[in-house]
T-cell receptor
Framework: DTEVTQTPKHLVMGMTNKKSLKCEQH?????MYWYKQKAKKPPELMFV???????INESVPSRFSPECPNSSLLNLHLHALQPEDSALYLC?????????????FGPGTRLTVL | AQSVTQLDSQVPVFEEAPVELRCNYS??????LFWYVQYPNQGLQLLLK??????LVKGINGFEAEFNKSQTSFHLRKPSVHISDTAEYFC????????????FGTGTRLQVTL
């Protein structure tokens, strides 16, 4: 199984809502990532987890809160988002943080903030 | 700062014609190079990667790329494109000393027409 799955596929939320994005992989990977991608732009790194510990936070606003409950699962909790946070949120995983290891991407969650 | 340049934002090409998508990176002692493809409303899929060894790398779907250290380039080529190759292509680089970060280029939209 070389797949990263993400749910939901689409999400519409108001600025006062609380929602969560979920990412799962069963490849035994120990590094997991959250990216944000705006239209016609490359993905921007948000967070990196290594062995279930937060390794990198790219100065992401606190309204985004990541969580890695176990080695297969990565969540992104959303609260009080702004319309400019509307984007495609991509999850990825890799064997570990080794530079030579490719990242496998999920299909993304299309988020719209009203 | 380390950077990746994809000079062509769009490349229109007729079906069965050859194509080259250009990628240049800022000079560094050691780099690991990747090409990803993103079809509409999907995540990123790895086409090929250069880690070391032979400078000509073959990937999936008939694509290949050549690592040129003196030119700091990693151009992607395909001898004969198909309509189904229409997508966004991202060059990405991992520089030693930058932890696990993938630095993406701005992307090239390949548009294949009949």
């Amino acid at each position: 199984d070389t797949e990263v799955t993400q749910t939901p596929k689409h999400l519409v939320m108001g600025m006062t809502n609380k929602k969560s994005l979920k990412c799962e992989q069963h490849m035994g990977h120990r590094a997991m990532y959250w990216y944000k991608q705006k239209a016609k732009k490359p993905p921007e790194l948000m967070f990196v987890y290594s062995y279930e510990k937060l390794s990198i936070n790219e100065s992401v606003p606190s309204r985004f809160s990541p969580e890695c409950p176990n080695s297969s699962l990565l969540n992104l909790h959303l609260h009080a988002l702004q319309p400019e946070d509307s984007a495609l949120y991509l999850c990825a995983s890799s064997q570990d943080l080794g530079l030579a290891h490719e990242q496998f991407f999920g299909p993304g969650t299309r988020l719209t903030v009203l | 700062a380390q950077s990746v340049t994809q000079l062509d934002s769009q490349v229109p090409v007729f079906e069965e014609a050859p194509v080259e998508l250009r990628c240049n990176y800022s000079s560094s002692v050691s780099v690991y190079l990747f090409w990803y493809v993103q079809y509409p409303n999907q995540g990123l899929q790895l086409l090929l990667k250069y880690l070391s060894g032979s400078t000509l790398v073959k990937g999936i779907n008939g694509f290949e790329a050549e690592f040129n250290k003196s030119q700091t380039s990693f151009h992607l080529r395909k001898p004969s494109v198909h309509i189904s190759d229409t997508a966004e292509y991202f060059c990405a680089v991992r520089y030693t000393g930058t932890a696990s970060k993938l630095t993406f280029g701005t992307g090239t939209r390949l548009q294949v027409t009949l």
